[in-house]
């Protein structure tokens, strides 16, 4: 079946489109089947059709290119089992090396490739084997250590690459050498070292004919070879040190099996490190994968002291901390962790190189999940923002936005909770704890505020409170309100989480947590007041009170709290203060003397003076001077004023 068969006669058509989509995909289409059909779609009417089609089109680009890349990787396996099985046959050492520099060029689509070695005697190195070389000068040239591109791998032992051979100013070239690159049309090179051990003993060359940047991709891959390499020409030195001697011919094959067997490890590993760092795998699958490839305990530890996963081996967790092998968790020149392995027997060079590689593995995943979480928590922080904020939310996309964090879902009760506090990573903190809830947490116009879900806004404000003054080492104040059901309400809520903190400050309750509904009255009628107008509410109401008691060690303001809390029943009050009625009518005589008059019962009056009651309950407490021993202890309704001191 052709294209032209499958091709839509109409875009109008959503099904024959997508079916055309899924054509090209199995048919492995260029790309420019597809911008065709993306082209075609600019006659629609804008609308969910042609959303839809742009979506299926961007969805098949990215499953092409999946798809290019999956086909990509399996070639490069492919190439690496060949160059693997190439090392178990007794060819020719040139015809392998030829097969390598074959398969590099074919792999990175290069215009030549080339292998350099290290000449014994002088320690030039020179051309062994090349391929797509088009002059003789090129295939016959040797450099100094340290001069090109070839003596600086080798000289360094590192991996280099330059877009322009002859312009780049780190490169030391020697003058017949650039001419015959030069003669050669070569611009841009990448190489790499060959190396047996920790000995470099050649270098692996990928050139173009055209400025390129040869990316981590490709030195990698350039690496893998370059190492296959290697082992082809150790191999061909084993096979020509071979003597008569039995115990010649045992080292000969303990060395093949080593190298074998590091070939074999190599492939394991990139079999089983690759899925996890493309899938995202948590630390906790790398560990365990590391420990059983090499039999031994792992740890891997990210930020301070975090461990972040364990796999038991063959000796315990801390004994691998205390004396195991350490891998950095390195990228960009910044460690993020380490990886730790342990056990018995001592690691080979081909073990610790794959634990080097699964140190990278966990590193991309450590990344990973620390962008993960700044996209998230920069998300859940506009969130907050959007809905808490002086402008009018977009109530709809908010709810969605909400939902996707399946927080403050709809009829499930939150409290605004606002704190403030000296520690400078209040919000930080603030924002943990917020986490461990369920709950969020961001700046708002200057205030730290939490959303929690929970039906007591003042128990909920006090356990943040403590938390927060624990994690802080600083005292936390907290005022909140709620609950609420729904994000308008929420919205609200903070509101008077606001106020319910600010009076918390003004009524010099630092460091206390509290809801606004446990305020009273003073929650609703006072919102701007200050420190100073409470007080000199409190003292204008109750400052003959409070001074008659200190001076004659009296009980004349509790009694008025306990009158007005038994309904102004004169019997009822004189039961809780556990006194004869006369006794209490004797008091309220003297209040009406302290006071000026009896007009403080008058219901015109009764409010001021309950108002600066509650007022004076919800101030800190301080130790009074001792009163006069009576005949029965106090009520509770009298004590929070028994023991307080007047404001002045």
């Known amino acids: ?8 006669s109409t875009v109008d058509t959503p099904v024959e489109v997508l079916a055309y989509l899924t054509f090209l995909l199995a048919e492995e289409a260029p790309e420019a089947d597809f911008d065709a059909v993306e082209t075609s779609l600019h006659t629609l009417p804008e609308g969910d059709r042609k959303t839809l089609l742009r979506r299926a089109v961007r969805d098949a680009r990215t499953v092409r290119g999946i798809l290019a890349r999956r086909a990509q990787r399996e070639r490069e396996t492919q190439a690496l089992y060949e160059t693997a099985r190439d090392l178990t046959s007794l060819r020719d050492v040139d015809d392998v090396l030829s097969a390598i520099v074959d398969r590099v060029r074919r792999l990175l689509a290069t215009d030549s490739t080339y292998i350099a070695l290290i000449d014994d005697d002088t320690g030039d190195a020179y051309m062994r084997v090349t391929a797509g070389t088009v002059t003789e000068p090129i295939r016959s040239v040797r450099q100094r250590p340290g001069s090109g ?14 877009t322009n051979y002859l312009a780049d100013p780190r490169i030391h070239r020697e003058t017949q050498v650039a001419s015959a690159v030069g003669e050669d049309g070569v611009v841009s090179i990448a190489g790499v070292p060959m190396k047996l051990g920790s000995r470099v003993i050649g270098a692996l060359f990928a050139a173009d004919r055209h400025e390129r940047t040869f990316d981590q991709h490709d030195i990698a891959l350039l690496t893998s070879l370059a190492h296959h390499a290697s082992v082809v020409i150790d191999n061909a030195r084993l096979f020509g040190q071979v003597g008569s001697t039995t115990e010649e011919l045992r080292e000969a094959h303990a060395q093949l099996s080593a190298q074998r067997h590091a070939l074999e490890l190599a492939a394991t590993a990139h079999e089983l490190l690759m899925p996890l760092a493309l899938a995202g795998a948590d630390l906790g699958e790398v560990a365990d994968t590391m420990a ?4 031994g305990t792992v740890a891997l530890e990210t930020g301070t002291d975090r461990v ?3 796999a038991p081996g063959g000796i315990p967790v801390e004994a691998v901390f205390r004396g195991g092998t350490v891998v950095p968790l390195r990228a960009g020149g910044e460690t993020h962790g380490r990886l730790y392995f342990g056990r018995a027997e001592p690691l080979t060079e081909t073990e610790l190189g794959t634990l080097e590689r699964a140190a990278q593995t966990a590193t991309l995943l450590v990344l990973l999940e620390r962008q993960t979480a700044t996209v998230e928590q920069d998300l859940r922080h506009e969130l907050v923002e959007d809905l808490l904020g002086d402008r009018e939310p977009d109530w709809a996309s908010l709810r969605r936005r909400a939902d996707r964090f399946t927080i403050l879902t709809p009829g499930e009760p939150h409290v605004a909770v606002v704190v403030s506090g000296d520690a ?10 917020a986490t461990a809830r369920s709950g969020l947490a961001s700046e708002v116009d200057g205030h730290v505020v939490l959303l929690l879900p929970g039906c007591d806004a003042g128990a909920t404000a006090r356990a943040v409170a403590a938390d927060l003054t624990a994690k802080t080492n600083t005292s936390v104040t907290a005022g909140a309100a709620g609950p609420a059901h729904d994000l308008e309400r929420l919205r609200a809520t903070h509101r008077e989480a606001v106020r319910c903190h600010r009076l918390l400050l003004a009524l010099g309750r630092a460091g206390d947590g509290m809801g606004l509904d446990e305020l009273g009255v003073v929650g609703v009628v006072l919102e701007h007041a200050g420190p100073e107008q409470l007080h000199r509410v409190v003292r204008r ?6 001074d008659y008691d200190a001076e004659h060690r009296s009980a004349l303001l509790a009694t008025v709290e306990c009158y007005f809390d038994r309904g102004q029943s004169p019997p009822a009050a004189a039961r809780a203060l556990g006194i004869h009625v006369n006794t209490l009518y004797q008091r309220l005589d003297r209040i009406d003397r302290v006071l000026d008059g009896a007009g403080w019962r008058e219901p015109e009056h009764t409010l001021d003076l309950q108002v600066a009651l509650q007022l004076y309950r919800l101030m800190p407490a301080s130790p009074a001077p001792a009163r006069a021993t009576r005949t029965s202890a106090p009520s509770p309704s009298t004590s929070s004023a028994a023991h307080r001191t007047p404001p002045t």
């Open 1 to 8: 079946m052709t294209a032209e068969i499958l091709r839509p």
């Open 149 to 162: 591109v070839g003596g600086r791998v080798i000289a360094t032992g590192r991996p280099f690459a330059t």
């Open 292 to 295: 059983r490839l090499l039999d």
């Open 308 to 310: 972040a996963a364990t």
């Open 424 to 433: 400078p990573d209040l919000a930080a903190t603030a924002e943990c704890t």
């Open 541 to 546: 109401a109750l400052g003959p009170l409070l």
